[in-house]
Antibody, heavy 119, light 109 residues
Framework: EVRLVESGGGLVQPGGSLRLSCAAS????????MSWVRQAPGKGLEWVSV???????DYAGSGKGRFTISRDYPKNVVYLQMNFLTAEDTAVYFC?????????????WGQGTLVSVSS | QSVLTQPPSASGTPGQRVTISCSGG????????VNWYQQVPGTAPKLLIY???QRPSGVPDRFSGSKSGTSASLAISGLQSEDEADYYCSSWDDSLMGGVFGTGTKVTV
């Protein structure tokens, strides 16, 4: 079955760190453009980061310098390392796979993992 | 904040046609394709339209997309109760070098 399963969310204090995982099955993450998209409570969708099939990465301004996206080929997992977290990072974080040749057409999504930043 | 602008809400009665607009700029919609997503609260988004006008397998042909210049639209014809959801447009932004979403439109049937 082709699916994505996120994990690693939870409650963290401001200034803390968290690493999210996105486990893929049924396909290989290194052959696809994989993104993280987040949604703050009651708010809209916000693109966070992408790791391209070639290995390069891009980040939204909100995460530049604080977030790092990476992947593990044998484990077939995509990660999002988040540092210096603030309350504005509180959101459900989704992992998504893009269509070939269309990096913003995310057609496979995980169920999301909730990150809460609070003291 | 969101780079693409959508109306906050739209509504219609069953069987009617509803259209949602998505306004952007030269660096996003003007030079990249537009995609549309449907999201029922509490669930992950679902891709409805990609590459401006294409429907993924399984999406009813009641949903259609169009684009002109720096704006795009999603039309839902033959509105059904199960179409009640939030709808988002997305594109790539060459200046920001990242994905961008619309502000979202809540459709009420």
């Amino acid at each position: 079955e082709v699916r994505l399963v996120e994990s690693g969310g939870g409650l963290v204090q401001p200034g803390g760190s968290l690493r999210l995982s996105c486990a893929a099955s049924g396909f290989t993450v290194i052959a696809n453009d994989m993104s993280w998209v987040r949604q703050a409570p009651g708010k809209g969708l916000e693109w966070v980061s992408v790791i391209y099939s070639g290995g390069s990465t891009d980040y939204a301004g909100s995460g530049k310098g604080r977030f790092t996206i990476s992947r593990d080929y044998p484990k077939n997992v995509v990660y999002l390392q988040m540092n210096f977290l603030t309350a504005e990072d509180t959101a459900v974080y989704f992992c998504a796979r893009a269509l070939p040749r269309d990096r913003s057409a995310w057609y496979l999504w995980g169920q999301g993992t909730l990150v809460s930043v609070s003291s | 904040q969101s780079v693409l602008t959508q109306p906050p809400s739209a509504s219609g009665t069953p069987g009617q046609r509803v259209t949602i607009s998505c306004s952007g700029g030269a660096s996003n919609i003007g030079s990249n394709t537009v995609n549309w997503y449907q999201q029922v609260p509490g669930t992950a988004p679902k891709l409805l339209i990609y590459s401006d006008v294409q429907r993924p397998s399984g999406v009813p042909d009641r949903f259609s997309g169009s684009k002109s210049g720096t704006s795009a639209s999603l039309a839902i014809s033959g509105l059904q109760s199960e179409d009640e959801a939030d709808y988002y447009c997305s594109s790539w932004d060459d200046s920001l070098m990242g994905g961008v979403f619309g502000t979202g439109t809540k459709v009420t049937v």
